[in-house]
């Protein structure tokens, strides 16, 4: 029998801790001996918390923030934007089981409705875009 697929919320404690590594050859525009952060889901959840209501933030500028937080000299993008899309889809569960978006981690801060990952969200892009306009708006 194949096994249960995990929740987007089981998935929020995977890896359970940030990691960061020293890369061995120049990536993402980062040269040879930077430090990586790895980060967690979780990591990211709590920075979402952190963004002031009607404010938003750059995918760039959170790995920017998070790995100056960890003594790293930047994030990896592609963990960083797998782990994002955890973080909003955990949250669009609790929405699903009665939470509403005050209490639910605002990804919608960092995710662009514009961008690939707006458009591979359960929710689609128009629910980033009218949560940012209400946010504005209040």
């Known amino acids: 029998m194949p096994a249960k697929k995990k929740s987007w919320t089981e998935k929020m404690s995977h890896p359970a801790k940030p990691e960061v590594k020293c890369i061995d050859v120049p990536y993402a525009g980062a040269p040879a001996g930077s430090r990586m952060l790895i980060p967690t889901p979780r990591l990211i959840d709590a920075y979402l918390w952190q963004i002031p209501v009607g404010q938003t933030v750059a995918p760039e ?17 592609l963990t960083s934007g797998i782990f994002l899309r955890i973080a909003a889809e955990s949250a669009l569960e609790e929405m699903a089981n009665g939470r509403t978006a005050l209490e639910v981690a605002p990804f919608w801060r960092v995710v662009d409705p514009r961008s690939p990952l707006a458009g591979k969200l359960s929710c689609g892009r128009s629910f980033v875009e009218a949560q940012r306009r209400q946010e504005m708006e209040a």
Do not use: G, K, N, V
């Open 61 to 77: 500028l959170m790995r920017r923030d998070l790995a100056a937080d960890q003594s790293a000299d930047f994030s990896c993008p």
